[in-house]
């Protein structure tokens, strides 16, 4: 674990970034799939979940587990098919993500790391 700086993790995944790379790119994995985004990346990728919430399911696909929910990804070339317990964990990891990442920079600017 020494390769790798955790950002943050929850129920469906983690967000990290690789020592000894120069980069500005976190990675995010969930489920079974990863992600190397920016900030602003992962930004649109927030946006991208809060249009997926505003999707009307079916009566049919209003459980939990039903994965009828077509979220797009910052990339245009891909696109997931998610449950609504889902959707709020990815939330989750997004969002807790971008927060660390922020805090972590503010912190380095007040301290002048």
Sequence with gaps: MNDVQKIYSNEIGISFRWNHVNTDLTQIIFRDTGFHLSEKEIEIFINKLDDAKKIKQCQVCQEKNCKSILLQTPSN????????TELGQIEDLLKGTLFQIRLNNYVREICDI
């Design 77 to 84: 070339k891909v696109s997931l098919a998610i449950s609504k």
